[in-house]
């Protein structure tokens, strides 16, 4: 199942995916965590020594894409293919932790139910000429590319805001946990999220973070409604993870927070026609808007019409 968390910078996103990747991996499910925020931070939140490299997809997209598009007659070059580029007969799919460049080559294994892919975050000669979305672009693909099944999690920590939408990406999601405070800053992400998934069917469950007390429950449930599922407060359990201090265990109430994360997950429905749908919709908006101009070709003729994901 593929989850997002989502929010405004400083939310709490990041300390709390990675509390969800560390919960799912502790009872031995397989989880891939992937660092798609532009301030790259995930590895060590997961435990990761500072000084060790992950490495960063945005920096391999064409050996990635040249792998993704094996021998699919639509595609006529791995050049020609672009972020929201779906699928189709002869495409190499993906699975969680299996043989391909993303899972092994260009990703660090942290334990063995438990892998961390990265984006990479901006470098020198990025600034002032490029968008993050050249980075993100590679998970986007990788998501389209992917078929999961119960049981099974991706974790990607999104970078602040509503950049999410810039593309079909925000559709690849089981379930997106936008992480909120109980701010009027907080509460006003929520409502733009809302408002830009309203037509796609995307579930967006609110996470409450740096909760105090039960007004800061009622502040949240009175601006967001139902779409409240848990809350977590203050955790010397999770100060001393952050501060990278051995054998730190989180609180019940912690625990009992991410089991309401994980139920949420496991409820959620695969509808493989409608995800194909979804992203056949916004590969032929980027061929309208950019794409087209871009490679030099109607893109929308990598849209495969007959494809289906195996069962």
Known sequence: MKVAFVGKGGSGKTTLSS????????????????????????????????DAAVPAL???????????????PRISSAA???????PGTGSRLLRVHGPDPFHTAYARVLQPNLTLMATGPFTDDDLGVACYHSKTGAVELYLNHLVDGP??????????????????????FDVMFLVAEPTRKGVSVYRQYTEYARDYDVAIKVVG?????EEDVAYLREHVGEDLLTW????????????????????????????????????????????????????????RSWANRAVGEDLRAQIDPGFAFPA
Request: hydrophobic share 45%.
């Open 19 to 50: 509390l969800f990747v560390r919960h799912l991996a502790g009872i031995g499910l397989p989880v891939v965590a992937v660092d798609a925020d532009i301030n790259q931070h995930m590895g060590a939140a997961l435990g990761l020594a500072e």
């Open 58 to 72: 945005g920096d391999h997209l064409a050996e990635l894409k040249e792998y993704l598009r094996g021998d699919n």
């Open 80 to 86: 020609a293919m672009v972020k929201t580029t779906p």
């Open 151 to 172: 049981g099974e999690y991706v974790v990607v920590d999104m970078t602040a805001g509503a950049d999410t939408f810039a593309s079909g990406l925000f559709t690849r």
């Open 209 to 213: 973070n740096k909760v105090h007390d």
């Open 232 to 287: 977590v407060g203050h955790s010397p359990a999770v100060r001393a993870i952050e501060q990278g201090r051995p054998g730190a265990v989180l609180e019940d109430a912690g625990v009992a927070a991410l089991d309401v994360l994980r139920k949420a997950v496991d409820e959620r429905v695969k509808d493989w026609p409608k995800y194909l749908e979804q992203a056949a919709e916004f590969h032929r908006r980027n061929a």
